[in-house]
């Protein structure tokens, strides 16, 4: 069965740091990894898309990588602001048989304060 | 173009009675997803629909249940309401494929109460 963990499940850090949001999963038989964006009592905005083939995706200030052999990701904030507060949410879509769909961490809550 | 659009945004209803919550693809997807968010959780898939047919499923019950209709849009069905499924409900549409995890567009979900 896949997991997904994501590290730290909470984190705050003042306006203009650089920051590392980690996600984990148990089985490298991916097609893909996906990473959200959530605000509170909201649908899920998709941020980056990352396929099994690939190594890093990135856009503006995002950048998320995969290591699909240690089942790693990670997602890179430049430069945060306030306006980056949200849960961020990392899932995979596994490919080794069974049922379909995302498999999702429970996400990491970030407050940037200003 | 319009994302995905879901209704109705909030529902409150008693244990035992049944929902049907709706989802529109975004335009040009005719895959469909539903996924139960718990408060604090990430969400988890309930079932896909292509063409039609549920393609897959994850680890629900037999009382969620789904439709696809040749427009694509999609309904999520649950009988005999419990407490436990107080959640937001959320759908997802994507272009079309089978098994190529396509990214997914997710809507703002319904927020679901049982009292």
């Known amino acids: 069965k896949q997991e997904v963990t994501q590290i730290p499940a909470a984190l705050s850090v003042p306006e203009g740091e650089n920051l590392v949001l980690n996600c984990s999963f148990t089985d490298s038989a991916i097609y893909n990894l996906q990473w959200f964006r959530q605000d509170p009592g909201k649908g899920l905005t998709s941020l980056l898309l990352i396929q099994s083939s690939q190594r890093e995706q990135t856009s503006g200030r995002l950048n998320a990588s995969l290591d699909k052999s240690s089942g790693r990701s990670t997602l890179y904030i430049a430069a945060s602001q306030p306006g980056d507060s949200a849960t961020y949410l990392c899932?995979?879509?596994?490919?080794?048989?069974?049922?379909?769909?995302?498999?999702f961490g429970k996400g990491t809550h970030l407050i940037i304060q200003p | 173009d319009a994302g995905v659009t879901q209704s109705p945004t909030h529902l409150i209803k008693t244990r035992g009675q049944q929902v049907t919550l709706r989802c529109s693809p975004k335009?040009?997807?005719?895959?469909v997803s539903w996924y139960q968010q718990a408060l604090g959780q990430g969400p988890q898939f309930i079932f896909q629909y292509y063409e039609e047919e549920e393609r897959q499923r994850g680890n629900f019950p037999d009382r969620f249940s789904g439709h696809q209709f040749p427009n694509y849009s999609s309904e999520l069905n649950v009988n005999a309401l419990l407490l436990g499924d107080s959640a937001l409900y959320l759908c997802a549409s994507s272009l079309p494929g089978l098994a190529t995890g396509d990214e997914q567009f997710f809507g703002p979900g319904t927020r679901l109460t049982v009292l």
């Open positions: 899932a995979v879509w596994y490919s080794g048989g069974g049922a379909d769909g995302l498999t």
């Open positions: 335009s040009g997807h005719d895959t």
